[in-house]
Each structure stands twice: as structure tokens, then as C-alpha cells.
């Protein structure tokens, strides 16, 4: 069983940054592919950015391309999600989610975190 827990969302200006991390338990983050969602109030969850099991591929949504990247460290085996540039519509609540598959990219997840709420004032 893999358990995921975000940290690092909180209330920022816009154009200001965040690191949102997602601390893994159960396996290491290089046996799984990793991924960002988010879902913001009224709108339906939606992908932000993923990272493959060896961490050779990434992927980023259209909506953050330039302003969001992740990355992983394995020793502390921890993923990231760097936001800069940050929007009012970048405002949502931030999931991590972890697949055993070499790449999960847009697609499903097995595991899930609880989420970790951004906002952004304009």
C-alpha cells in the first residue's frame, strides 16, 4: 500500500511561487509514475503534470506549461511541483497521485493523497 501526503499549499499573491511536495510511504517514488492534479471549486479534477518511474519522461499541462515543473528526489523520496507565476485561476486543491505503471501520464492513478489547498489573490 502506498499512502501520499501533500504539504506546501497555502494562500500566495499572484505572481507569486510554491513548492507543493508529496511525501510517499510504502514504496519508493522510483517504482512509481507520479503525477499532479487539481480541482478547483465547481470544476471537475484535472491534470497538471506527471513524471515517469525512471523520471526520464515528464509531462505538463498546456494551462502551466512554462510556470510549473516537477521533479522528484529520491532520497527523500518526495515529489514536487514548482509553481511560479502564479494565477488566480491556478487556485484549487493540489493531489499527488502515484501509479506502479512505468508511466500513468494523463491517465488513472492507483493510489491517491488528500490534497493541499492553493490560492491565489488577485
Known amino acids: 500500500q502506498v499512502q501520499l501526503v501533500e504539504s506546501g499549499g497555502e494562500l500566495v499573491q499572484a505572481g507569486g511561487s510554491l513548492r507543493l511536495s508529496c511525501a510517499a510511504s510504502?514504496?519508493?517514488?522510483?517504482?512509481?509514475?507520479m503525477g499532479w492534479f487539481r480541482q478547483a471549486p465547481g470544476k471537475e479534477r484535472e491534470f497538471v503534470a506527471a513524471?515517469?518511474?525512471?523520471?526520464?519522461?515528464?509531462a505538463i499541462a498546456d494551462s502551466v506549461n512554462g510556470r510549473f515543473t516537477i521533479s522528484r528526489d529520491i532520497g527523500k523520496n518526495t515529489v514536487y511541483l514548482q509553481m511560479s507565476g502564479l494565477k488566480p485561476e491556478d487556485t484549487a486543491v493540489y493531489y499527488c497521485a502515484a501509479d506502479p505503471r512505468t508511466w500513468a501520464g494523463t491517465g488513472t492513478y492507483n493510489y491517491w493523497g488528500q490534497g493541499t489547498q492553493v490560492t491565489v489573490s488577485s
Open positions: 513524471i515517469s518511474r525512471t523520471g526520464a519522461s515528464t
Open positions: 510504502g514504496r519508493t517514488v522510483s517504482s512509481l509514475s
